[in-house]
């Protein structure tokens, strides 16, 4: 499991976090205000 972890600007650590299963790829972008943890795949480019 990777702990590379990309906290979005105001994340805090007491807030639950959203996960993505190891069986899915998500293609495209993902924005949020809250933490996520990514077992799948991302493909796309990173931003912070």
């Known amino acids: ?3 590379d972890v ?3 600007a105001g994340a805090t ?4 976090t959203a996960r993505l299963g190891s069986s899915l790829h998500v293609k495209g972008e993902i924005s949020g205000n809250e933490d996520l943890h990514i077992d799948g795949t991302v493909e ?3 931003t912070r």
């Open 6 to 8: 990309m906290r979005p």
């Open 44 to 46: 796309g480019a990173p």
């Open 13 to 16: 650590a007491d807030r639950a």
């Open 1 to 3: 499991m990777n702990k």
